[in-house]
């Protein structure tokens, strides 16, 4: 079972739309989680840790649910800039951080 | 320096050939990652150094690989022998120690292998 799973998408959703995305993990001991975007052939870029009482940035929402596993994310009144791939990384108790393969997020006009 | 820097940001070599890339961390950063990442993948786990401590190579995915970190800065991924398998993007990361509130990324090198 992979470390940490998540959708793949595509989403593709019309500006002003709000979109969740999930992501689940694997290792009940997991200690830190975040999310990350990656644009198209760019690195991926710190998007916003995730606290255990849930989190929000703007237009971004972060919460956690330990007792079953999973993340998510959540992009209120979207914005053509949102269009990206979203990374969820989770950090056990050793070095690695544990990335998903990605969700893709296209906001049409 | 501000960001992470690596060098070359495209490399293409033949088949066979060695090639070396390059790291240079955030200044301050104690720890330093080395992944990869394929066309249409993930992010593949290769190498972490934290201070003097003794390397995590659990990711690398043969002996062709290798890595090292001088002076507890600049980290040099090698990979002998490269295989078409090889190419993808190598990217380094750099956080302080246990990165605790995630890490940063450089630009990546793209390396192809004909």
């Not at chain 1, 997991?30 to 998007?47: A, G, I, M, N, T």
């Not at chain 2, 690596?6 to 330093?32: F, W």
């Not at chain 2, 120690?97 to 990546?108: K, Q």
Request: hydrophobic share 30%; glycine share 10%; with cysteine.
């Amino acid at each position: 079972r992979k470390e940490v799973e998540q959708d793949p998408g595509p989403f593709n959703v019309p500006e002003g739309a709000t979109v969740a995305f999930n992501c689940t993990y694997s290792n009940s001991a997991s200690q830190s989680f975040f999310w990350y975007r990656q644009d198209c052939r760019k690195e991926p870029k710190l998007l916003m840790s995730v606290y255990s009482s849930g989190n929000e940035d703007g237009r971004f929402t972060a919460q956690l649910n330990r007792a079953s596993q999973y993340i998510s994310l959540l992009i209120r009144d979207s914005k053509l800039s949102d269009s990206a791939t979203y990374l969820c990384v989770v950090k056990n108790t050793g070095n690695q951080f544990y990335f998903g393969t990605g969700t893709s997020l296209t906001v049409i006009p | 320096g501000a960001g992470v820097s690596q060098s070359p940001s495209n490399k293409v070599t033949e088949k066979g050939k060695d090639v070396e890339l390059r790291c240079d961390p955030i200044s301050g950063h104690t720890a330093l990652y080395w992944y990869r990442q394929s066309l249409g993948q993930g992010l593949e786990f290769l190498i972490y150094f934290q201070g003097n401590s003794a390397p995590d190579k659990s990711g690398l995915p043969s002996d062709r690989f290798s890595a090292e970190r001088t002076g507890g800065s600049v980290s040099t991924l090698t990979i002998q022998r490269t295989q078409q398998e090889d190419s993808a993007v190598y990217l380094c990361a750099s956080s302080l120690a246990g990165g605790w509130y995630g890490y940063t990324f450089g630009s990546g090198t793209r390396l192809t292998v004909v």
